[in-house]
């Protein structure tokens, strides 16, 4: 069974700071890796995605990086701001269903302060 | 090209009533899953559907349905509700298989008293 695991579960930084958000899986087939940021009360917003024969993925100011032999991946926020305060999430699909079923990890509460 | 859309935003019901929630996916997507997200559970997969075909199930009772209409939109319904499904139901699509982007709708927030 796929376990998902975040770590630290909430996070404050002073804005302008660099970070890394860290998600470790126990199962290492896995199909890809997604990362998400939910605003208190609303969806999902999708931010990167990383197949599972990529390393990495940049979208702007964010990097994501897999390394599935040792079952992590980490969120590299560069250049941190007040706008980027959310909960962040990952999940993996489950790889023995042919469907998009999604484990989420339970998320890392990030807090940038001005 | 619009998002993901879910129907109603906000609902309050009672123990005991049904209520049903609605998901337009993103034009094109085949597959919809619904989850259930709460603070002490995070999380959960309902179920999903593809090709209005139930795909995958998750862990919850009988009283959660679902299906899927030819134009892929979905539907959830929970009937006799509990307490315990106080909960934000969210709906995802994405176009056919696991690798690729899940889109998420902004969800329906239930409120049971």
């Known amino acids: 069974k796929q376990e998902v695991t975040q770590i630290p579960a909430a996070l404050s930084v002073p804005e302008g700071e660099n970070l890394v958000l860290n998600c470790s899986f126990t199962?290492?087939?896995?199909?890809?890796l997604q990362w998400f940021r939910q605003d208190p009360g609303k969806g999902l917003t999708s931010l990167l995605l990383?197949?599972?024969?990529?390393r990495e993925q940049t979208s702007g100011r964010l990097n994501a990086s897999l390394d599935k032999s040792s079952g992590r991946s980490t969120l590299y926020i560069a250049a941190s701001q007040p706008g980027d305060s959310a909960t962040y999430l990952c999940a993996v699909p489950l790889k023995e269903t042919s469907g998009s079923r999604l484990t989420f990890g339970e998320g890392t509460q990030l807090t940038v302060n001005p | 090209k619009a998002g993901v859309t879910q129907t109603p935003r906000y609902l309050i019901k009672t123990r005991g009533q049904q209520v049903t929630l609605s998901c337009s996916p993103i034009?094109?997507?085949?597959?919809v899953s619904w989850y259930q997200q709460t603070p002490g559970q995070g999380l959960q997969f309902l179920f999903e559907y593809f090709s209005e075909t139930q795909r995958n199930k998750g862990n919850f009772p009988g009283r959660f349905s679902g299906r899927q209409f030819s134009n892929s939109r979905s539907e959830m319904n929970v009937s006799t509700l509990e307490l315990g499904d106080s909960a934000l139901y969210l709906c995802a699509s994405s176009l056919m298989t696991v690798q690729e982007t899940q889109y998420f709708g902004p969800g329906t927030r239930l409120l049971v008293l």
């Open positions: 199962d290492s087939a896995i199909y890809n």
């Open positions: 034009s094109g997507h085949r597959s």
């Open positions: 990383i197949q599972s024969s990529q």
